[in-house]
């Protein structure tokens, strides 16, 4: 029976075509690096999404929040910095990327692009540098009256501070885990003093990037032993303990016994079926 009071009162239809996908970023610079980190767990809800999902973009540009438009937002900015590089014959510097993330982020006001950014890298003067955004506009990384930025801490200690503050995000918070991927940005003849002691260390740039200033990357796992334990397939051929292995094991578990078995069973279902076809093909017709 028809409700009269239901179909009385007005009826809302709501539909929200953003979603939270998790996840966490940050930036350091110091005088002559930047440190740009940001975990590689895509949720929603509840639900694990995928567990390796790199928060990163160019130079070095790390974008959290709605999944979807983070992809959008990054491909748009590697083509305009294309189009800058063909048209100039040289990468655009850091102050001018940033200016040019503003003025994209601002041109979607009216239907912004759900993203929280954070630029890092070098500037022309061979001092790290970091520029945040909100979803419509640029956020200013002044300082306080009187004080200045930490500027002064090492590069050891600050990789510290960022594996520290992932560590105890991981212990806290459901969005946050699987994987922690920390960029490193050198100034252009430093060198890599403070980065002895790290391992799983990848060096992205090339013989080719004469001008840019050279990059790195860290990959490491969340494990319940401490942050000693890489990804298997990021260790490659090293040798490494078998509580380590074992700890591995766990957080990456092996999928081939299962594959396997289900393509035993799909051949005999079919063995099976082509059998009864070929029964009820020569069975006398009565």
Same mark, same amino acid.
């Given at each position: 029976?028809?409700?009269?009071?239901?179909?009385?009162?007005?009826?809302?239809?709501?539909?929200?075509?953003?979603?939270?996908?998790?996840?966490?970023?940050?930036?350091?610079?110091?005088?002559?690096?930047?440190?740009?980190?940001?975990?590689?767990?895509?949720?929603?809800?509840? !639900?694990?999404?995928?567990?390796?999902?790199?928060?990163?973009?160019?130079?070095?540009?790390?974008? /959290?929040?709605?999944?979807?438009?983070? /992809?959008?937002?990054?491909?748009?900015?590697?083509?305009?910095?294309?189009?800058?590089?063909?048209?100039?014959?040289?990468?655009?510097?850091?102050?001018?990327?940033?200016?040019?993330?503003?003025?994209?982020?601002?041109?979607?006001?009216?239907?912004?692009?759900?993203?929280? /950014?954070?630029?890092?890298?070098?500037?022309?003067?061979?001092?790290?540098?970091?520029?945040?955004?909100?979803?419509?506009?640029?956020?200013?990384?002044?300082?306080?009256?009187?004080?200045?930025?930490?500027?002064?801490?090492?590069?050891?200690?600050?990789?510290?501070?960022?594996?520290?503050?992932?560590?105890?995000?991981?212990?806290?918070?459901?969005?946050?885990?699987?994987?922690?991927?920390?960029?490193?940005? *050198?100034?252009?003849?430093?060198?890599?003093?403070?980065?002895?002691?790290?391992?799983?260390?990848?060096? *992205? !740039?090339?013989?080719?990037?004469?001008?840019?200033?050279?990059?790195?990357?860290?990959?490491?796992?969340?494990?319940?032993?401490?942050?000693?334990?890489?990804?298997?397939?990021?260790?490659? /051929?090293?040798?490494?303990?078998?509580?380590?292995?074992?700890?591995?094991?766990?957080?990456?578990?092996?999928?081939?016994?299962?594959?396997?078995?289900?393509?035993?069973?799909?051949?005999?279902?079919?063995?099976?079926?082509?059998?009864?076809?070929?029964?009820?093909?020569?069975?006398?017709?009565?």
């Amino acid at each position: 029976m028809l409700d009269m009071e239901s179909v009385a009162r007005p009826q809302q239809r709501q539909f929200n075509p953003y979603s939270q996908n998790g996840g966490t970023i940050l930036a350091i610079a110091g005088a002559d690096f930047t440190v740009i980190a940001g975990d590689t767990r895509q949720s929603e809800g509840f !639900s694990i999404q995928t567990r390796y999902a790199p928060k990163d973009g160019p130079r070095v540009l790390a974008v /959290n929040g709605f999944a979807a438009d983070g /992809n959008m937002f990054v491909k748009k900015v590697k083509q305009r910095l294309e189009w800058y590089r063909h048209a100039h014959a040289k990468d655009m510097p850091l102050r001018a990327i940033a200016r040019l993330i503003q003025t994209m982020l601002y041109a979607q006001r009216f239907f912004p692009y759900y993203v929280y /950014n954070i630029l890092g890298g070098i500037e022309e003067d061979g001092s790290g540098a970091v520029y945040s955004f909100d979803p419509i506009y640029f956020k200013n990384q002044t300082a306080a009256p009187g004080t200045s930025h930490p500027s002064h801490l090492p590069l050891p200690d600050v990789l510290s501070i960022v594996i520290d503050s992932f560590t105890s995000a991981t212990e806290r918070h459901i969005e946050v885990g699987d994987g922690l991927e920390m960029y490193i940005v *050198l100034a252009k003849g430093r060198s890599m003093q403070g980065m002895e002691g790290l391992r799983g260390v990848q060096e *992205l !740039s090339t013989k080719a990037d004469e001008v840019a200033p050279p990059r790195f990357r860290i990959k490491r796992l969340f494990a319940p032993e401490g942050w000693e334990n890489l990804c298997p397939k990021w260790l490659g /051929n090293h040798a490494r303990s078998p509580n380590k292995a074992k700890s591995n094991a766990l957080h990456r578990p092996s999928h081939r016994p299962v594959r396997e078995l289900r393509i035993v069973l799909l051949s005999l279902l079919y063995f099976i079926l082509f059998f009864i076809a070929l029964v009820v093909a020569h069975r006398p017709v009565i």
